[in-house]
């Protein structure tokens, strides 16, 4: 669903990891107050290592987020441009830390952050968020984050909606709650969006 939201112009056939971080490299502007969702057709599971690394070299990785359609065989990156996404998203996680650690019976070794980790549903979809926590009695290789923060720009709503349903969903339930944040581009703008 998150594909047909994508321009056609945005979306490219895989040809190696060399040529995608190319593409994202292109595509990126540090400056700008915008995200960009490109779209490769024809990534299997075993590239997902080498587009890794790819985007290390560029020094991108910490600006994208990835998502694997693994039943498509495709990829959608979220290139999110501007420091506020990160700060944003970094800003929340803390506060959200800071009350709960604050809470009595509770510490600093309650909560384990799980950050921007690749969480994967074999055969469906391999998901990356932007910022995820949870208790630290649930840690381990297969421990899904409780709550997950998802940032983006105004404009982009239906991309975060639809990545808040692929994480309540495909958890099985372990997903408890998936705080999405808008960014305005308008520093003068001031909007409320409260869904459930």
């Keep these: 669903m998150q594909a047909a939201l994508i321009p056609d112009e945005s ?3 895989y ?3 060399r040529k995608l971080a190319v593409i994202v490299e292109k595509t990126f502007d540090s400056e700008s107050a915008d995200q960009y969702f ?3 057709h024809g990534v299997v599971d075993r590239e997902f290592d080498a587009i890794e690394k790819a985007l290390h070299k560029v020094q991108l990785r910490n600006s994208v987020r990835l998502t694997f ?3 498509l065989d495709a990829a959608i990156i979220r290139i999110t441009s ?3 996404h990160s700060r944003v998203g970094i800003k929340l996680y803390y506060e959200i830390f800071r009350k709960i650690v604050s809470t009595p019976g509770l510490d600093d070794d309650s909560v384990e952050g799980l950050g921007a980790t690749l969480f994967q549903v074999p055969g469906v979809r391999s998901k990356e968020g932007d910022e995820s926590f949870g208790p630290s009695t649930r840690v381990g290789r297969g421990a899904w984050p409780s709550v997950m923060i998802e940032v983006g720009y105004a404009g982009g709503e239906d991309f ?3 990545d808040a349903q692929w994480w309540l969903i ?4 372990r997903t408890r709650f998936v705080i999405l944040v808008f960014v305005a581009k308008n520093p003068l703008a001031l909007a409320l969006n409260v869904g459930a």
């Design 11 to 13: 979306k490219f056939e």
């Design 15 to 17: 040809v190696s990891a």
């Design 38 to 40: 490109l779209y490769f």
């Design 69 to 71: 359609e693994n039943a």
């Design 82 to 84: 501007g420091r506020e």
């Design 160 to 162: 975060l909606r639809l």
């Design 170 to 173: 495909n958890s099985t339930g």
